[in-house]
């Protein structure tokens, strides 16, 4: 157990350093090509998973939250004695 929690913490100041390493590299560059390089990538990362499926995927995502807001929900015990039947686990 405590050796998780030392590679835990060890990766996680290792990544907070890695950020510095990468800022450090952004804020001393003049290469305004590397900025702009940057910004695609940066701008390209936040597309959501949701805009990338068809329309109808997407009505379908938007229907089913809304039934299960509605609480037309079917437990996983129901669905698993449902799909039993046919040998499925």
């Not at 499926?53 to 299960?68: F, I, M, N, R, T």
């Given at each position: 157990?405590?050796?998780?929690?030392?590679?835990?913490?060890?990766?996680?100041?290792?990544?907070?350093?890695?950020?510095?390493?990468i800022?450090?590299?952004?804020?001393?560059?003049?290469?305004?090509?590397?900025?702009m390089?940057?910004?695609?990538?940066?701008?390209?990362?936040?597309?959501?998973?949701?805009?990338?499926?068809?329309k109808?995927?997407?009505?379908?995502?938007?229907?089913?939250?809304?039934?299960?807001?509605?609480?037309?929900t079917?437990?996983?015990?129901?669905?698993?004695?449902?799909?039993?039947?046919?040998?499925?686990?």
């Amino acid at each position: 157990m405590i050796n998780s929690y030392f590679s835990v913490k060890f990766y996680t100041m290792d990544l907070q350093a890695e950020k510095l390493n990468i800022l450090q590299a952004i804020m001393s560059t003049s290469d305004e090509s590397l900025i702009m390089d940057v910004k695609a990538f940066l701008s390209d990362r936040k597309t959501d998973w949701f805009d990338e499926l068809s329309k109808e995927q997407q009505k379908d995502v938007l229907e089913g939250l809304a039934e299960a807001d509605r609480g037309e929900t079917i437990s996983h015990a129901e669905v698993v004695k449902l799909f039993g039947k046919w040998g499925l686990k």
